[in-house]
């Protein structure tokens, strides 16, 4: 029956069976070429049409036998048929209309599985700027997202104080856009978007300007603010702040960015070598930095702070445990208020960073090596990827800067700083 064409009735179909040799077969319509019947091995018979549409075959399914009938069928196949003898290609019409209704919702949830290799945080960041900000724009179709409405909408967040916000939350606006114009395609496998609407605002020079933050604690400043520092460790403050005391410490002779330093390991520590390992910073590239003496000696600190504790506990894994001791620091904010009373120095944990660049350069440390201390990435393509991040090499240049911030804050030589224990871990 399927390699002989015959005319599909009820009777003929209900009578059909099954293959039993392939996953599906046909049964053509005699009365209208590219009429069928198809039969999968399970038993299920749908209507189809068959057709060469620009050389290549096309069989789109009409509906189910039983949802629709035969004859409706045979008139679905002929309107079908019908649009295609008059050029219309109905199948590539029904894709872009499908793929038109594509909502700024659906196109950020493929956006945030095909970016794989973005951070959990800045994940985080990009849906409280779509889900916040451009609530009202989560399900309408991307296709519908005009240069005009970008305007106004950015316009509208700036002017409620939020220039910043407002510059973020279109750059990723833009971001998820960009994905759609190369993931989503009509039915001629051409783009949905020929253009990001964001373009607009570099296009009318809308964007407001950047504003970067360039706070450092001044060479003045450090021996108040680090004195106020250390009163957070006098026996009666908790341990809690003791660990922050710690913490403030370590990044400013570090030059660690806070997620780095707050979520520092015990087995990324390395005693002998006096350095400690980032697997997967920021930037993704994977960084080791060597440690100054005031750093070993913070962490011999932390270690000491171990001792008698169940080895269970987050506190023998995170360097720098929260509170309740179940998992790492978040940011001390009432802590650095604190620091800020006594001290009279307003700062932030990234000042800290800046602090120790700025220190840095003061004592004449070269821009590359800064750099690499600090762990940015390199602008250079041809050479970076001929400098290894020798520990050694930068072992010199992280002595510099730790002296200079050392006289800055006032304090002791390195002979009164107690060495961490390289024999026993905690």
């Known amino acids: 029956m399927e390699n002989q064409p015959v005319k599909l009735t009820k009777r ?12 599906q077969a046909f049964i053509r319509d005699s009365q209208l070429p590219g009429f069928a019947l198809r ?17 290549k075959l096309r069989r789109p399914t009409l509906g189910r036998y039983g949802e629709i009938t035969v004859e409706q069928a045979r008139g679905m196949a002929q309107h079908y048929l019908g649009q295609i003898a008059f050029g219309a290609d109905p199948i590539a019409d029904k894709k872009t209309a499908q793929a038109r209704k594509v909502t700024l919702a659906e196109a950020f949830r493929d956006f945030k599985q095909a970016r794989k290799n973005l951070k959990p945080k800045t994940l985080t960041g990009y849906q409280q700027h779509l889900e916040h900000y451009l609530s009202a724009w989560m399900n309408k179709p991307i296709t519908q997202i005009t240069k005009q409405a970008v305007s106004k909408r950015h316009q509208q967040i700036g002017a409620g104080g939020t220039q910043a916000q407002a510059n973020a939350v279109f750059r990723t606006l833009k971001a998820v856009l960009n994905f759609a114009r190369h993931h989503y395609e009509d039915g001629k496998g051409e783009t949905l978007l020929p253009y990001n609407p964001v373009e607009v605002l570099g296009n009318t020079r809308a964007w407001y300007p950047s504003k970067q933050r360039q706070s450092v604690i001044k060479a003045h400043e450090l021996a108040p603010w680090y004195q106020a520092v250390q009163g957070l460790k006098t026996p009666d403050k908790p341990a809690s702040s003791h660990v922050i005391a710690d913490f403030l410490r370590f ?4 030059g660690l960015r806070f ?17 400690l390992h980032l697997p997967d910073p920021k930037n993704r590239q994977p960084f080791t930095l060597p440690l100054s003496d005031v750093a070993l000696g913070i962490l011999a600190g932390r270690e000491a702070a171990l001792e008698g504790k169940d080895e269970d506990d987050a ?8 509170r309740d001791g179940t998992g790492h620091l978040v940011e001390p904010r009432r802590q650095m208020n604190h620091v800020t009373e006594v001290s009279g120095v307003s700062f932030t944990v990234h000042d800290l960073r800046r602090t120790f660049a700025t220190g840095a350069s003061a004592c004449g440390v070269p821009h590359e090596l800064i750099k690499r201390l600090l762990n940015h990435k390199s602008g250079d393509v041809t050479t970076k990827h001929y400098i290894v991040n020798d520990v050694e090499h930068m072992r010199a240049p992280m002595h510099q800067v730790t002296e200079f911030l050392k006289d800055q804050c006032q304090l002791q030589s390195s002979s009164n700083v107690i060495r961490l224990n390289t024999t026993n871990n905690p």
Do not use: C, M
Request: hydrophobic fraction near 40%.
């Open 12 to 23: 003929v179909v209900d009578a059909a069976t099954p293959p039993t040799d392939k996953k």
């Open 39 to 55: 039969i999968t091995a399970k038993g299920v018979k749908a209507f189809v049409v068959e057709k060469r549409i620009h050389g």
């Open 251 to 254: 990044v400013l002779f570090t």
């Open 259 to 275: 997620n780095e330093a707050a979520t520092l390991r015990w087995d990324q520590v390395d005693k002998q070598e006096r350095s």
């Open 315 to 322: 506190g023998h894994v995170y360097v720098f445990p929260n």
